[in-house]
């Protein structure tokens, strides 16, 4: 059975940084491109990082410059660095596995003053 669990949401100041982590079970992460998406109250899911089974990567707009997606294959995890948050980054975080498509449960970020 394929999990994915997602840590390291919680609530920061603008400007700040956190560091998301998706940690995998009964999948191996360094087979699959993996995502990560968020969702905000009221918006539609959208993607916000991806990155290829080669480690090709590509940023939603808002998030380029921001937001770094990367891998640790012998730890089977998939992190998000968020730094300069903004209250707009403000949503519950997902890690997906692209290709079958399996997500995790999410965590909040809340970025306020």
């Known amino acids: 059975q394929v999990q994915l669990v997602e840590s390291g949401g919680g609530l920061v100041q603008p400007g700040e940084s956190l560091r998301l982590s998706c940690a995998a079970s009964?999948?191996?992460?360094?087979?699959?491109?993996m995502g990560w998406y968020r969702q905000a109250p009221g918006k539609q899911r959208e993607l916000v990082a991806q990155?290829?089974?080669?480690?090709?990567?590509n940023y939603a707009d808002s998030v380029q410059g921001r937001f770094t997606i990367s891998r640790d294959n012998a730890k089977n995890m998939v992190y998000l660095q968020m730094n300069s948050l903004k209250p707009e980054d403000t949503a519950v975080y997902y890690c997906?596995?692209?290709?079958?498509?399996?997500w995790g449960q999410g965590t909040q970020v809340t970025v306020s003053s």
């Open positions: 997906r596995v692209i290709l079958p498509a399996y």
């Open positions: 009964g999948i191996i992460l360094r087979f699959y491109a």
């Open positions: 990155m290829s089974k080669t480690g090709t990567t």
